[in-house]
């Protein structure tokens, strides 16, 4: 007898839908959503990009991979979509997620932005100068060289005129070896030469901040935020949702038990 009124119970919560006195005449699906009426009311079938019981939320699809969801590099969200972009010198892939780099040098006659010479890298670009110049401080122009040149330019980045000596120097997120004209990467991670609140990852030349599991990226390209998982109502049966850095918890109604409430807790006393 107990378990015939369990079974009683379970119909009865499953058939007491908020809805049930509704149906598809009200349009109640946002977003271009589909509605299929039901014997006690209606289910909405939802346009991609768009959730919830009549199709009211966004899909957030930068939620996860540390908030590039699909995209390789960076993704921004939209009202029901999101859209891959790419950091400076690099371009989108024709299949929308991917990152390539871009060749600055391609426009100009091969030139690019620089005066002379234009060596695409990667992710970005170099300028350097015929004999007989050397390269401006705005790393694009050349101006006559003197002693750089004459001594057949030592120097691997950028090399300066000082009173008929040869200075050696690095450009941003390089510093000189000890040897005087070779330039090393800088490690901003390991060196704490960073601003990232919570992943910094090491890149040739510069650094590139990243967030953990449950966060994303702030558009100041450093600080991490929050994802509300409860944006989503994953809390079935009217159970309440508390957002957790990380993660989320779902407070379940008399009754209903699991990550989500949505399992009838099978130990309840009935009458």
Not at 71 to 80: W, Y
Not at 188 to 209: A, N, P, V
Request: contains cysteine; hydrophobic residues 20%; aromatic residues 6%.
């Amino acid at each position: 007898m107990v378990n015939m009124w369990k079974f009683l119970l379970v119909v009865a919560a499953v058939n007491a839908s908020p809805y049930s006195s509704q149906d598809c005449s009200s349009n109640p699906c946002h977003h271009g959503g589909t509605c299929q009426n039901l014997a006690n009311g209606y289910r909405c079938h939802c346009q991609h990009g768009w959730t919830g019981t009549n199709c009211q939320s966004d899909v957030n699809e930068c939620a996860t991979n540390g908030g590039r969801g699909p995209c390789e590099q960076t993704c921004i969200n939209l009202a029901g979509g999101y859209r891959c972009s790419c950091h400076g010198g690099y371009q989108l892939a024709a299949d929308g997620f991917s990152c390539v780099d871009a060749d600055e040098c391609a426009t100009n006659g091969g030139r690019g932005p620089c005066h002379h010479f234009c060596t695409n890298v990667h992710g970005s670009y170099l300028c350097s100068c015929q004999a007989g110049y050397q390269l401006d401080a705005d790393g694009v122009s050349c101006i006559e060289a003197e002693e750089c040149l004459t001594n057949e330019g030592p120097c691997e980045q950028t090399c300066t005129n000082l009173d008929g000596a040869v200075h050696c120097s690095c450009e941003s997120g390089y510093q000189l070896h000890a040897d005087g004209v070779s330039c090393t990467d800088v490690d901003e991670c390991t060196q704490g030469l960073h601003d990232c609140e919570q992943r910094c990852l090491d890149t040739y030349g510069g650094f590139s901040c990243g967030c953990e599991d449950g966060f994303s990226l702030a558009d100041d390209g450093k600080s991490c935020l929050d994802i509300d998982e409860c944006a989503s109502n994953p809390c079935h049966h009217g159970g309440t949702c508390q957002n957790l850095a990380n993660g989320y918890r779902c407070h379940c109604q008399h009754g209903w038990t699991g990550t989500n409430c949505q399992s009838v807790q099978s130990n309840v006393i009935t009458g």
